[in-house]
């Protein structure tokens, strides 16, 4: 079994696992935060950006190239950014040949959203399997990104900047810039309905079987709405994936914990990416500054992706308007895919919190913001030119796109307040570091929130989790064993399960592992034709054996043993091919056979030790028999009579996984019957 | 409908369903998962019915026309199900004809109803989720709650009322109120169960007692069948679908299921059962035995017979030991069974000697015993060593020996050889001739 990882950011990844014959994708994210090292899409007409002065290389002496290079980069407050169009860092497409890969499994919006770089125009010809959220939402997000991207067209690709020689003259933060080479534009929506084609809906606990090699089951994650921790098994095997997960209560179905218990193999990633970030007081502080930013006359932007947190921020936040009596400041949400994000978020009640989910029965929308939609406190636009300026009120809040302030109506409505000190952004998400995505903008006077919120497992709810979920092997980041670059003494924020580390594996961007798996046992059916001729003898008490031939027919990866076909010629080519076999075993008691002989007829028996053994002369027979320990060798004259019967005799005395009829062993086989049967129902519990 | 497995049987229980998609939910459909048994229902066995495309237009035109006239439609529904479906149908040809006459829906339960299915829409058909965000169907434009002072409003009006039976409440109500006109119209989307005045009035009754009134019924009677169980035809399509090895039939009239159960039996060569209330019916299955073979020996198998292009006509032959042991079946590799369990291999060995009057040097006989032995068991690896020697399928050994008359021909093989062994000594026994 071979774990292949694909990409760097823990919380977009990427595996590849190739497990009996079958290779199966895990995720497929976007890193996103790539998009920092390019100027910022407008949204309208910005000067601030467009009279930015291009970077002039700090020598005198400037090369062709160089002289190219700085016109693809602009220079702000002692950082360049690219000027170009946007490009994003999809997984390491290069370890694999996605012809190859034969499933995609996707446990969450947030991690899918590579996919149209993965399975368009690469040949790949697999099925691609999410929860309907997944799918719903994941389409959402990449919709708003093409859009986002194909609003403001920037027809340059900015390419020269990325030679390695060039790359590490220039100054931060495109010097950092990771394989700038593999980066590609953004897909279209062509791709995105092609790739999103490919996908089969799947619900929770739904088993799905493929190949026939291998089931695999989703069960819920509790982080976003439909996401999903995997379940791989072969039968014998059970590889368990967890991707994004909660143990907190927020709106989505709690996770399942106990279908992930003692797996072979479990795969952990997207651990919570602000770990000294108490989810629940960040979204507090949130509401609290908010409101006060707002009593100030000020107002707040909040730059968010089109759902999860977000539907929460809408709920808490007009929850604390109202107890802060501030119950008329609007709230504005614009993103081009609002309109279905909301309503989206009130239909998937069977993926919600069971509080969410019993509203729908009573019948009531599970989300306060249908309520907050009819009333008018919450408004929704698909961008700042499609009738918000009707009747647009301040002070109030705007949730708008992108988080990385890169693209988006954000953009727009950061230059339009970030000059007053009386308004605040404040920054939830957490995938992006927010003093970078604000560099390009700055000078900025506007109040600087950072409030981020992730639900994903902190360290310590991830080390209680494993500990309860009891893996054999566990697959972790490597930078997940040693505390975050921001906290370097912070020990507690580390995966802590196995001192030795003999149990753990680490996988890291382009590394191949190869996982302690051993296949021992595979799950194949008899025919009960063949079953019913086999009969167990007991050589131990509680121990019985037979030995079995049949024709094993395969199909499907379902293996079937069935008699041998009543064909003599066929069977004599069997046999001729040594296909067939028949075994033997016991020591011959000398005393017993010769008994046995005289029962025969034959009395004129002569034994004479040698060695271990004995040597047997019948002198009437003309005919030789060597006994040793583990073999016998009857030599005889061609007289094919004495031959048999000396066979029979011999075969008598020692066993044989031949039929012996006898009394006493029909009663063991009708309790061996019994005991296959149940031994097969227990198995299966 | 359920899919229920144990251990290696499986079965399929149906409720009610409907093989074709309507307005507002997709058709039923399963997975080819070959059950033991289907449990389908089987109201319609012998209805199969004509086109839904006609029926909705001959319903549209009835109203339509009812309505054009000035008279007043009531079709009596149940709160859920087709009250939606002829809502929907209703609503969207209201837009497209443009029409003015109002519709009702009676309110209370109604009306709530229409509420889940607005939070319920991953349920319905592919369509109405994917446009639910731009427009819910079931936000009705022309369709508006109705009040029982409306009764009496002149004009044409269609209203939906329940229950569907026209057995008491509103629908009954409206009936007493518009039977006497005869530019009125009553459509009954669904079955009446005998005895209810919907029944009655189907079957053509013109005068109706009620409170020791007579109430003249006037108005036109329709009947339109919405209701949404599978015909005959759906029947056998599940089945069909499903392939299920025996089918039972619940739910219908006796001899039609009869009707049915022929067929299915004739179409598709499987049992089929009809069991009455109260009977117990015994289904036998016949299934492999699922058991644990090491990983170890079945590679060994495969690669022994070469996996790259399977070829049906060989047989793939698996020599395993079943071993019992601790509550565990498991089938592996024979030596390393028994070697687990302590027990030694037994060589069984025969040396036969034949002896023959044969002249001329030794290895003209060899050579004349390799032709025949090669001519007679062509299926088998056969090696002639320079010494004279002759083995066979490498266990298998035949020597010659002697002087220039006669010769002693040693024929050796394992007990496992033994069918090869006796056969050559039977061979060799009528001479070298070939």
Known sequence: ????????????????????????????????????????????????????????????????????????????????????????????IRMVNMSQIDIILI?????????????????????????????????????????????????????????????????????????????????????????????????????????????????????????????????????????????????????????????????????????????????????????????????VLVPCYPSGITYDLFECMSIHLDNCLLPHVPMYFLSPVSDSALAYANIFSEWLSTVKQNKVYLPEPPFPHAELLNSGRLQNYSNIHSGLSNGFKTPCIVFAGHPSLRMGDVVHFLQLWGKSSANAIMFTEPDFPYLEALAPYQPLSLRICYCPIDTSLSFSQANKLIKDLKPRHLVIAEDYLNPPLMAPHRADLTIDWDLNLTRTRTYKRGKILSLPVKRQFERIEIHPKLAGTLEPVEVKPGSLITMVTGCLTGKDNKFVLEPIPDDLTLKRKLKAEGAIRSYIWGTLQIRTFVDALAEEGITDVKVAESGDGSIIHLPSEDTLIQVEPDSTHIICEGNETIRVKLRDTLLKCLSKFYKIYTKRYLSIYLSIYLSIYLSIYLARN | MFHIKS???????????????????????????????LITESTYATTIRDSKRCRERDFLKKVHSCVEKGGKVLIPVFALGRAQELCILLETYWERMNLKAPIYFSLGLTEKANHYYKLFITWTSQKIKKTFVQRNMFEFKHIKPFDRSYIDNPGPMVVFATPGMLHAGLSLQIFRKWAPNENNMLIMPGYCVAGTIGHKVLGGIKRLEFDKQVLEVKLQVRYMSFSAHADAKGIMQLVSQCEPCNVMLVHGEAAKMDFLKQKIQQEFGIDCFKPANGETAIIRTIHNVPLDVSVTLLKREASLSGLSIPDPKRPRILNGALVIKSNKTQLVDPVEAMSDLGLRQHQLRFTSTISLDDEGPVADTADRLYQKIKSKLKDYPIHYSSDGSITISDTVLVRVSGDEETKDIAVSWLHQDEELGSFLLNLLSNGLET
Not at chain 1, 44 to 62: F, I, K, R, V, Y
Not at chain 1, 247 to 252: A, G, I, V
Not at chain 1, 281 to 288: A, L, R
Not at chain 2, 10 to 31: E, F, K, Q
């Open chain 1, 1 to 92: 079994m071979k774990l292949l990882c694909l990409s760097g950011n823990h919380s977009k990844p990427c595996f590849v696992l190739q497990f009996k014959g079958v290779t199966i994708m895990m995720d497929c994210g976007l890193d996103i935060a790539q998009v920092q090292n390019f100027l910022p899409l407008p949204a309208a007409t910005n000067s601030h950006l467009e009279n930015l002065p291009s970077w002039s290389p700090p020598s005198g002496q400037s090369t062709q190239l160089q002289k190219e290079v700085s016109e693809e980069l602009k220079e702000c407050g002692g950082r360049v950014y690219v000027d170009g169009a946007l490009e994003f860092s999809p997984p390491e």
């Open chain 1, 107 to 299: 446990s969450s919006y947030t991690c899918m959203l590579a996919l149209p770089y993965l399975t368009e125009y690469t040949g790949f010809k697999g099925i691609i399997y999410a929860t309907d959220p997944t799918v719903q939402i994941g389409r959402q997000y990449m919709e708003e990104l093409v859009t986002y991207v194909e609003r403001s067209p920037k027809s340059k690709v900015a390419s020269k900047w990325k030679t390695e020689e060039i790359i590490k003259t220039l100054p931060p933060p495109v010097c950092d810039a990771v394989r700038p080479m593999t980066w590609q534009k953004c897909y279209t929506l062509h791709d995105v309905n092609s790739c999103l084609s490919r996908v089969q809906i799947i619900g929770f606990n739904e088993k799905l079987e493929f190949f026939g090699a291998l089931t695999a089951m989703a069960t819920s994650s509790g982080v976003c709405l439909g996401s999903s921790n995997w379940i791989i098994t072969s039968g014998f095997e059970k590889i368990v994936y967890i991707a994004g997960s909660s143990t907190l209560t927020t709106h989505p179905k709690p996770m399942e914990t106990s279908p992930l218990k003692e797996a072979d193999v479990l795969i952990l990633s997207c651990l919570s990416q602000r770990p000294l970030a108490n989810p629940d007081s960040m979204i507090g502080e949130f509401c609290m500054k908010a409101a006060s930013t707002i009593r100030n006359g000020g107002n």
């Open chain 2, 7 to 37: 251990g290696q049987q499986s079965l399929v229980y149906t409720g009610d369903y409907n093989m074709t998609p309507d307005r507002h939910l997709g058709a039923a459909w399963i997975d080819k998962c070959r059950p033991d048994l």
